[in-house]
């Protein structure tokens, strides 16, 4: 199929295996289809320096996704580390206030002019997809409305000088509307017409998120746990197809 380098530059691809194997596999077989590849938790504190290599030895992007949340100088020279090992992303949580963020801005900066190349984008997570309105009040015991909470929350990071935030897809039109078009929202939770949610609450599907106005999309295990030697590849032709229908 043809490639529609517009939607590919927006899909973002979780590689949370358990394997450096099954990891690379994933790159070799979607790096046609994917604009990122997104290592997190679970692969970073397994092998993380040998899938970050092999990705940048693809030419791929990478999003360093460890959701920094620590006192603003700790986070502004693990952002300038993050950086300085080559990633095109990376995220800060938002509740760790004004000035963490913007030390987090500033290690990119400082990072990215020592490397001669234009800075990564930074985002800021608001409010983590597993977590439902009654977590947030009963468990986190925050009085808020969950999407309410999140738009400013989105407005703090925009304050403090990040590119965008993550936030789920019920979020993302009122992000937009309080923050404009030009912040960028990317959106995890994301699961086609034919995937279960699995541990997900606050979900949708690829082509609504993008009609809606994401700038990326986060895909996990519709894709990644496809049965079958090419079985995530399918899944991500069908993904395709799904959102240029």
């Known amino acids: 199929m043809t490639i529609n380098e517009q939607v590919k530059e927006k899909i973002v691809l979780a590689l949370d295996v358990d394997t450096l194997e099954e990891a690379k596999r994933l790159v070799d077989l979607l790096c046609e289809y994917v604009g990122t590849f997104k290592v997190g938790l679970q692969l970073y504190t397994a092998h993380g320096n040998e899938i970050i290599n092999y990705i940048s030895g693809k030419n791929a992007n990478f999003f360093l996704d460890v959701k920094l949340m620590d006192i603003p100088n700790t986070v502004q020279k693990a952002s300038e580390n993050i950086v300085l090992r080559g990633a095109n992303f990376f995220n800060v949580h938002t509740l760790g206030g004004m000035k963490m963020m913007q030390g987090a801005v500033e290690g990119a900066k400082i990072a990215s002019q020592k490397l001669g190349k234009k800075a990564p ?45 993550v936030a789920s897809p019920a979020e993302l039109k009122g992000i937009k509307e309080a923050c404009g078009k030009d912040f960028k929202v990317l959106c995890p939770g994301i699961r086609p017409l034919w995937s279960s949610k699995d541990d997900q609450q606050r979900i949708a599907t690829p082509r609504a998120t993008l009609d809606d106005g994401a700038d990326y999309i986060v895909l996990g295990r519709a894709v990644t746990s496809a049965e079958g030697a090419n079985g995530p590849l399918e899944a991500m032709k069908k993904i395709y197809e799904e959102i240029e229908e």
């Open 121 to 165: 984008v930074v985002l800021g997570v608001t409010i983590l997809t597993s977590i439902s309105q009654k977590v947030l009040n009963d468990e986190l015991l925050i009085d808020k409305n969950v999407s309410n909470y999140a738009t400013e929350l989105a407005k703090l990071a925009k304050k403090a000088g990040l590119t965008g935030v």
